[in-house]
């Protein structure tokens, strides 16, 4: 646990009026929750105001059961029809024994600080007219706006992979997600600021912040602290769109300041102030809450991506072209957007180490690899072949659209693949995202592909197709 100074010493008054908020280079940080519809809280204005939009990586374009209500792989965040942010307003000092005698008032929000068996500090909320909330985490229940769940992710080439940690023996490992993760706040007039705080309100409009989480008193006579496994954000350096380059992973406070990662995901011991960031959101800024990734796009941002009907417009477009196998010479098609994870006959496969595109045929394993079983199949374990066109050999996948669009960082042709999971975009955003090092476990980073989750291999983490056109 993390204290300036004993509990002894705290001296402030047994009730204080906050006027300054928690964060000191931030307006007051508006907090509250509504459930709301799985597209967001639409306004009755006949243009809704849209805040942004919240996208988990590694779904390529809904999730495996399909979207449904609050849980599903994008959420849009609209201007609500009433304002439904609190900013914090008073602070108790009190005996924890008394902590739930003071917590009764279900109508008023809060957030208990347990500094130690025989002293906690309340902090109380009061709306606020000014700001837009919306709540992140695991839980169903009605006050989580957005419900996440753990990424399948995987270091082997096919995206596959128990959720969260990993895990083994066909078992999915607990969820290290909070059931009430982070909240998002949104200004309610123009330019419509959102800004991330870690932690959520749960059913009884309470945070608790329990004796071993680290947490401390701030230099203005405040509190503050941190959640177990943390709510990490990373900005980007640049535009996002113009000039994407990755920027530093911070951990975000419960009251929204900003720090240096801790030593491990979960230790007791926060990382040093950073006072000349924000938790402001901005166009490509990364959430990362220790099981799902999530990418905010801004309003402005969204508009240099791809609709759906333009990334169908770019199949129908490779399958114009007539691409053939060099060896086969049959010709080859994108399945339709709507056809995932089932291989169809037609379908391009690609040597991920050269970029080679074929059709798919069951040989080329290397003798080393081991003998083919009978009828020419793969010999178990085995997923690298040699390309009959350069002989390099490695990973041989099928080729598959990115069908996100949220996900892309222009409207580009889709020349280039991700390796090795061979989801195809276009240039600028193979090279991003191959920049970008996501959180993987405690204290690991590692690139990945933004569609599927599959840790990015080779010298670059991509490849550019080689399609062989018409011999007619």
């Known amino acids: 646990m993390v204290l300036k100074g004993s509990s002894e010493a705290l001296c402030p008054p047994p009730s204080l009026e906050l006027r300054p908020s928690c964060n000191k280079s931030q307006p007051s940080p ?31 374009g809904s999730l495996a059961n399909g979207d449904k209500g609050r849980r599903r792989s994008r959420l849009a965040l609209y201007k609500r029809p009433k304002a439904n942010g609190v900013k ?10 008394l902590v739930s005698k003071a917590l009764s008032n279900k109508s008023q929000h809060s957030i208990s600080y347990t500094l130690s068996r025989s002293h906690s500090v309340i902090v109380e909320y009061t709306h606020d007219i000014n700001t837009d909330m919306f709540q992140i985490g695991r839980s169903t229940e009605s006050m989580i706006d957005f419900v996440v769940t753990d990424t399948a992710g995987s270091s082997s080439g096919h995206g596959g992979g128990a959720a969260g940690e990993g895990g083994g023996g066909g078992q999915s490992a607990q969820s290290t997600i909070s059931r ?7 200004e309610r ?9 870690a932690a959520g309100f749960d059913s009884s409009k309470n945070i608790f912040l329990g004796e071993r989480a680290a947490k401390w008193r701030t230099s203005d006579g405040l509190m503050d602290g941190l959640t177990t496994n943390g709510v990490l954000v990373m900005h ?50 990364l ?14 941002g969204l508009r240099h991506i791809p609709t759906l009907k333009q990334l169908e417009s770019l199949r129908q477009e490779l399958n114009a072209a007539r691409p053939q196998c060099p060896v086969g010479f049959n010709t080859l098609a994108f399945p339709s957007l709507a056809q995932r994870e089932i291989v169809d006959k037609k379908q391009p496969w690609v040597y991920v180490n050269c970029g080679h595109v074929h059709g798919y045929h069951n ?25 009959p066109m350069c002989r390099r050999v490695g990973p041989y996948v099928p080729l ?9 960082l222009d409207a580009g042709p889709p020349t280039h693949a991700f390796c090795p999971c061979g989801h195809v975009c276009s240039e600028k955003t193979v090279v991003g995202w191959s920049q970008i090092p996501l959180p993987h476990g405690t204290h690991a980073f590692h690139a990945a592909c933004p569609f599927c989750g599959t840790w990015l291999t080779g010298e670059q983490g991509y490849v550019k197709l080689i399609f062989q056109g018409p011999v007619d």
């Open 88 to 97: 914090p307003d008073v602070i108790h000092n009190v005996s924890t024994p």
């Open 189 to 197: 007039s123009a330019p419509y600021t959102a800004r991330i705080y």
């Open 400 to 408: 598959w659209l990115g069908c996100e669009g949220g996900l892309y």
């Open 287 to 300: 959430i990362d809450l220790c099981g799902a990734t999530l990418l905010w796009r801004t309003p402005a």
């Open 236 to 285: 980007p350096a640049g535009e996002f769109v113009s000039e994407p380059a990755p920027g530093v992973w911070r951990e975000i406070s419960v009251c929204g300041n900003v720090f240096a990662l801790r030593e491990t995901r979960s230790a007791q011991q926060r990382g040093k102030l950073v006072e000349n960031e924000s938790n402001t959101l901005q166009d490509g800024s």
């Open 363 to 387: 040989w080329g394993y290397r003798k080393e690899k081991g003998p083919t079983s009978p009828g020419g199949t793969a010999p178990a374990g085995t997923s690298e072949r040699e390309c």
């Open 30 to 60: 508006p907090l509250g929750s509504s459930s709301q519809p799985h597209d967001g809280v639409i306004s009755e204005d006949k243009e809704p105001i849209k805040y942004g939009e919240l996208i988990i990586l590694g779904h390529n």
């Open 180 to 186: 009430y993760a982070c909240r998002i706040m949104c």
